[in-house]
């Protein structure tokens, strides 16, 4: 059954709730402990875009793990991400065959310097995965947003100029296999959302912040059901559209913004945060 909008009351109620929590989280103190500390190191857009892709990769497990590990391939390339992955030499590479991040190893790393050497021989920027979206493209994501598309995309693309990837491209989600691409999206937010507080990077100019998805994290998963926002059980791609729309009509702009609040009151480590206060309620199935 088709999930029921939440009247104009509730959509109130969660942003009364919500902002505060984007204006807490949203601010140059969320980047220290957080993933996106690594990219921020960065200044070039090449060197944000492969420092932001290679961690958001290794994005699951304990933030300070995921950033020490991000950190450790950033070393290996002498902190010039984009001169390494174009001019690297065979003996450069011998770090990366013994790095491993629990199911990230050694053979995926060095598939995906594969990847970046092959993909900016020929291409300026990733962003180019995420336009002028295709019919056929469209379909393999299920005739959703085109940032599905672009995800699609960037597996096929990946898929295509590494052949021999094998394992490297779990590491690659998809919305054709029906996956929340958690990682990804996160990765999306970095390079596309755009505002004053300094925390996402906004480079990709030619996609708009209003098509973006939310990262279905454990913890925006956690608070989104708590207060009503999500109703489908699965952890999914149509989950993901769901909460998204959701968000989308609490800012039709900037949707993915609410990922700050719904990632910071999902925290358990968040005492002093606001604790849901309002549930938007679902109309059940007649007899039930």
Not at 30 to 41: C, E, N, Q, V
Not at 122 to 128: F, R, T, V
Not at 225 to 249: F, H, I, P, Y
Request: glycine share 6%; aromatic share 10%.
């Amino acid at each position: 059954m088709a999930a029921r909008e939440p009247r104009i009351r509730e959509i109130d109620e969660l942003r009364r709730l919500l902002e505060p929590l984007v204006l807490r989280f949203n601010r140059p103190d969320f980047i220290a402990d957080d993933p996106i500390s690594i990219p921020h190191r960065f200044t070039r857009k090449q060197d944000i875009e492969i420092a932001g892709l290679w961690t958001a990769v290794l994005s699951w497990g304990r933030r300070k793990t995921i950033c020490d590990k991000a950190l450790q391939l950033m070393e290996w390339m002498d902190f010039a991400p984009w001169q390494f992955v174009c001019n690297h030499t065979e003996a450069d590479r011998k770090p990366f065959s013994r790095f491993v991040h629990r199911t990230f190893n050694g053979e995926d790393a060095n598939c995906f310097l594969d990847y970046f050497k092959s993909y900016y021989s020929g291409c300026n920027s990733l962003e180019s995965l995420f336009q002028e979206p295709r019919a056929s493209a469209n379909a393999q994501a299920g005739g959703q947003s085109d940032i599905g598309i672009g995800l699609v995309r960037l597996r096929a693309d990946f898929e295509q100029r590494v052949p021999h990837a094998g394992h490297a491209l779990k590491h690659l989600s998809t919305p054709a296999s029906g996956s929340r691409c958690k990682r990804l999206l996160m990765f999306l937010r970095w390079m596309v959302r755009r505002d004053d507080a300094g925390v996402d990077f906004g480079i990709w100019r030619s996609l708009d912040p209003a098509c973006l998805l939310m990262p279905l994290d454990v913890h925006v998963e956690r608070s989104a059901r708590e207060l009503g926002m999500l109703r489908r059980k699965q952890n999914d791609w149509k989950a993901v559209l769901e909460l998204s729309e959701t968000c989308r009509r609490l800012d039709p702009l900037d949707p993915v913004r609410y990922d700050f609040a719904l990632f910071g009151l999902g925290l358990d480590t968040i005492g002093s945060a606001p604790r849901p206060s309002i549930v938007i309620h679902r109309k059940s199935r007649p007899g039930r």
